[in-house]
């Protein structure tokens, strides 16, 4: 299985942007069971986690985002959302789902470049 990543582009600071991670090819107990998380990749940088949403329904949010950022799941479309407001130029990264556990073979991501 592996997450397929969608929905990022070019914005202004202070713009929004809604990102999509697809896991369909996961069974439906793999996909309700896990928890899902939102990381994000610079260049030359470690990859980051960004937001979680556990398997017991709650989030969690790195401090740079928290109070921006809102992570969500759709389990009957095996969909991951992260909804993303008042975007600074620091959120410009490739973003990427996986399990928090990180279990699956990365996708490719999705760019996010946000412009001052």
């Known amino acids: 299985v592996r997450p397929v990543e969608s929905g990022g582009g070019l914005v202004q600071a202070g713009g929004s942007l809604r990102l999509s991670c697809k896991a369909s090819?996961?069974?439906?107990?793999?996909?309700?069971?896990?928890?899902w998380a939102w990381f994000r990749q610079t260049s030359g940088n470690q990859r980051e986690l960004v937001a979680t949403f556990t398997n017991t329904r709650s989030t969690n949010y790195a401090d740079s985002v928290k109070g921006r950022f809102t992570i969500s799941r759709d389990s009957s479309r095996k969909t991951v959302i992260l909804q993303m407001n008042s975007l600074k130029p620091d959120d410009t990264a490739v973003y990427y789902c996986n399990t928090l556990q990180e279990s699956l073979r990365w996708g490719q991501g999705t760019q996010v470049t946000v412009s001052s």
């Open positions: 090819q996961a069974i439906t107990s793999f996909f309700n069971g896990n928890s």
